[in-house]
């Protein structure tokens, strides 16, 4: 057995410590450690995405690991909400959903408080996938965003990138900033970038390298302006498109649809359903979870 081979097995078992009872964290433990494989080549792990696919790709070791314990994580049954508090390990999880124009006019926000929600994340625009690229604003940012903050939520907002080059990703930060500035908002900035899987799009020649520099130019600018940043990304856009040992130092908010969530990188918020049923909403609507550690006195 290679010396190299040697260390692999020891780092994967590392990896995949059983999870149990909400146990005290620890260093070594890694949340989708069942995933983690070892073969000659290194140290990988397998996923499958939300149409069933199967994909391996190599686990960085630079890039910081999630070690939330999901054996916390509870399901309602009778709202599907999902709810974790990790007392031991000092990790609770808010719930909240975030919303935009497709969720119709009529959000009664205070009925989505009194059902359990805790937090939104409102789509602020988006730039058009076509050749134009034109910015668009959310034709229901303005409503939602008062409706959401008059009922006491915190509020974050998102914006779906198509940006081709460095400076329009300054433009879209600087898009968000102008019109986000007027609100007294608690929740992140967030860039969304991800794959048009129905359509051709003017992100399609995009680089690995560029995809990530744009993600650092937008969230820098956000971050310079005093908001906190996030990157919105899915399991394959971490694992193939984005490069995370560039990005270790943002936050990001995550969307796998899984019971349990696959990605061995940590995150600060969980997208795990998107087609949740809330009271006040005449639409299905995404469902988050929102992790926060208590600082250690």
Request: include cysteine.
């Amino acid at each position: 057995m290679s010396k190299f081979r040697s260390l692999a097995i020891l780092l994967a078992a590392s990896l995949i410590l059983p999870l149990s009872g909400c146990a005290a964290r620890t260093d070594e433990t890694v949340a989708g450690g069942e995933n983690i494989h070892v073969t000659d080549d290194g140290v990988y792990y397998t996923f499958q995405n939300m149409e069933g696919e199967k994909f391996k790709a190599p686990l960085l070791n630079n890039v910081p690991k999630c070690k939330y314990d999901f054996s916390c994580l509870k399901t309602d049954k009778d709202t599907g909400y999902k709810r974790f508090y990790d007392e031991k390990n000092g990790v609770t999880a808010y719930m909240g959903i975030d919303v935009s124009e497709f969720q119709g006019e009529e959000i009664d926000w205070k009925r989505v408080k009194k059902s359990g929600v805790e937090f939104a994340i409102i789509r602020l625009g988006y730039r058009a996938y076509g050749e134009s690229g034109d910015l668009v604003m959310d034709a229901m940012y303005e409503q939602n965003m008062e409706g959401a903050l008059d009922a006491g939520l915190d509020v974050g907002v998102y914006f779906f990138s198509q940006a081709i080059s460095a400076a329009e990703a300054v433009e879209e930060a600087e898009f968000v900033l102008e019109n986000v500035k007027k609100y007294d908002i608690t929740g992140p900035v967030v860039y969304d970038t991800e794959e048009i899987k129905w359509d051709s799009a003017r992100t399609d020649q995009n680089t690995k390298q560029e995809f990530t520099n744009y993600c650092k130019v937008f969230c820098d600018t956000v971050s310079h302006a005093g908001y906190d940043p996030m990157i919105y990304s899915n399991m394959e856009w971490m694992a193939f498109t984005l490069d995370m040992e560039e990005l270790s130092e943002y936050d990001f908010w995550y969307a796998d649809y899984s019971d349990i969530p696959q990605c061995p990188y940590d995150y600060k918020i969980w997208q795990y359903s998107e087609s949740g049923v809330v009271p006040g909403i005449n639409a299905n609507v995404d469902l988050n979870l929102w992790f926060r550690e208590e600082k250690k006195q």
